[in-house]
C-alpha cells in the first residue's frame, strides 16, 4: 500500500472496526491474522520506513503511534468477545455531556463551550463510537443558517485536502464528519488538534515569538499556504487566530477554511471577508482572489509573531535586517511585486534560516 493511502485510511479511523473491519469472532477460527494482515498493509506509515523522506517523516510517527493503538484496541477487543460491538452513549460516564449529535453512522456528544468566531461556536465533544484515545473532536456549528455556505465551503476544502493527501497535511485540520442541527445550522466535526493560537503563543511572549522560533512558524505556515494554493484553493482570511502551534513537535495548523475560494479562476469565487489588518489591498477593492493575496496575510502574521506592528508592517530592531527584508516582500501593496510562490518562498527560507541562525537544530519551545 501506497504511504499516502495508508496514512488517510489511519487519520480518518475512530476505532479498530474502522481500520480492520468485521470480524466474526465467533466464527473465525484465527481472527487476529485478519488484523495482522490490514495491519502489516498499513505499516508502510512506519517512521524507520520512510527515514529518507524528511518532509512526512512527522506524519509517519503520527500514524504509525495510531495505528498501533488500533491495533492492541482491535486484540483487546477479540480477547473479551466485544469487537464489533457498538458503544451506547450510556456506557459513557455519567456527567460527560448531555446532548448527542448523530452525523453519519456515528455519534457524538458535546461537551464545553470553546470559542466563538465570526461564523460559528466551537465545542469540545467526543465519539460514542471511538476508541478512547481518538474520542476527542471538535464540533464547529454555524450561528445563522443564513451563514450555511461558509461551513460548506469548509468542508469541501477540508474533504478535498483528505481526498488526495500531500506532505502538507500534517498542517491542516482533519475533517471526520458532518450533519444539520434541528433548526438547519450546518456542523462539522473535526479532529481534535493539540496546540495554541498565536494569540495566545502571544500572551507568553508580549515582546514577540523569538526569531529563532518563528522562522520554523514561518516555514510551516508557507508550506501549508503552497500546499493550498498547489491545490487551486485560497484560504483568504489568514490572520493569527487561524494559525495554529504545537510547541512538542514543532507542528504549525492553519484552520478555518470558511472563507476560501476554490479554483476561483475557473468558478469565479470572490472574496469573501475583509480583514483590516491582515488583507491584502486588492481584497478591499473585490479584485479575484490570488495566491499573492494569501502572501500578503502570510506576511503580516509575520510581523504579528515578531512582535512589530501589523498596521504599517514594522519589525522590532532586534529582528536580523536579513529576516526584515525577506517579510517586507511579502506585505508590498502591488500584488504583481510582492512574493508570489508560498513553496518558493519556503526554500528560500530554510536558506535564509541557515545563513542568520547557523546549523537548524530542534529547541524546546515552551507555551
Known amino acids: 500500500?501506497?504511504?499516502?493511502?495508508?496514512?488517510?485510511?489511519?487519520?480518518?479511523?475512530?476505532?479498530?472496526?474502522?481500520?480492520?473491519?468485521?470480524?466474526?469472532t465467533e466464527r473465525e477460527e484465527a481472527p487476529m491474522e485478519r488484523v495482522d494482515e490490514v495491519y502489516e498493509d498499513l505499516a508502510v506509515v512506519r517512521p524507520d520506513r520512510n527515514q529518507d523522506n524528511p518532509d512526512i517523516l512527522v506524519m509517519a510517527h503520527e500514524a504509525f503511534a495510531r495505528l498501533n493503538q488500533f491495533y492492541s484496541s482491535a486484540e483487546t477487543k477479540i480477547a473479551s468477545g466485544s469487537y464489533g460491538s457498538r458503544r451506547e452513549y450510556g456506557q459513557l460516564s455519567a456527567g460527560q455531556g448531555s446532548t448527542v449529535i448523530q452525523a453519519g453512522s456515528r455519534s457524538y456528544v458535546v461537551r464545553d463551550f470553546l470559542a466563538e468566531g465570526d461564523l460559528a461556536d466551537l465545542y469540545s465533544g467526543v465519539c460514542v463510537e471511538a476508541d478512547e484515545f481518538a474520542q476527542q473532536v471538535v464540533i464547529?456549528?454555524?450561528?445563522?443558517?443564513?451563514d450555511n455556505l461558509f461551513g460548506q465551503t469548509e468542508i469541501r476544502v477540508l474533504e478535498a485536502f483528505a481526498r488526495e493527501p500531500g506532505n502538507q497535511n500534517k498542517h491542516l485540520p482533519y475533517f471526520l464528519d458532518q450533519f444539520r442541527t434541528k433548526d438547519n445550522k450546518v456542523g462539522l466535526v473535526l479532529r481534535h488538534l493539540v496546540g495554541h493560537n498565536l494569540p495566545r503563543v502571544r500572551e507568553t511572549y508580549p515582546d514577540g515569538i523569538p526569531p529563532?522560533?518563528?522562522?520554523?512558524?514561518?516555514?510551516r505556515l508557507l508550506s501549508a499556504v503552497g500546499y493550498?494554493?498547489?491545490?487551486?484553493?485560497?484560504?483568504?482570511?489568514?490572520?493569527?487566530?487561524?494559525?495554529m502551534i504545537s510547541p512538542s513537535d514543532h507542528n504549525v495548523f492553519l484552520i478555518d477554511?470558511?472563507?476560501a475560494a476554490i479554483r476561483p479562476k475557473v468558478t469565479g469565487e470572490g472574496f469573501k471577508v475583509f480583514n483590516p489588518n491582515f488583507s491584502a489591498p486588492e481584497v478591499q477593492d473585490k479584485l479575484p482572489p490570488i495566491p499573492a493575496s494569501d502572501m500578503y496575510s502570510v506576511g503580516k502574521v509575520m510581523v504579528y509573531m515578531l512582535g512589530g506592528n501589523v498596521e504599517t508592517g514594522e519589525m522590532p530592531a532586534s529582528v536580523d535586517e536579513r529576516l526584515q527584508r525577506f517579510v517586507q516582500n511579502f506585505l508590498l501593496a502591488s500584488s504583481v511585486g510582492r512574493a508570489q510562490d508560498a513553496w518558493d518562498m519556503f526554500r528560500y527560507l530554510q536558506i535564509l534560516r541557515e545563513q542568520i541562525f547557523g546549523e537548524i537544530k530542534f529547541l524546546e519551545f515552551r507555551v
Not at 8 to 23: P, Q, Y
Request: glycine share 6%; aromatic share 16%; charged share 15%.
Open 212 to 219: 529563532i522560533h518563528a522562522v520554523w512558524m514561518f516555514s
Open 257 to 259: 477554511w470558511s472563507y
Open 228 to 243: 493550498a494554493h498547489y491545490r487551486g484553493i485560497i484560504h483568504g482570511n489568514i490572520d493569527p487566530s487561524h494559525v
Open 1 to 24: 500500500m501506497e504511504f499516502f493511502n495508508a496514512y488517510k485510511l489511519i487519520m480518518a479511523a475512530v476505532c479498530a472496526e474502522d481500520l480492520f473491519g468485521e470480524i466474526n
Open 140 to 146: 464547529k456549528i454555524i450561528a445563522d443558517a443564513e
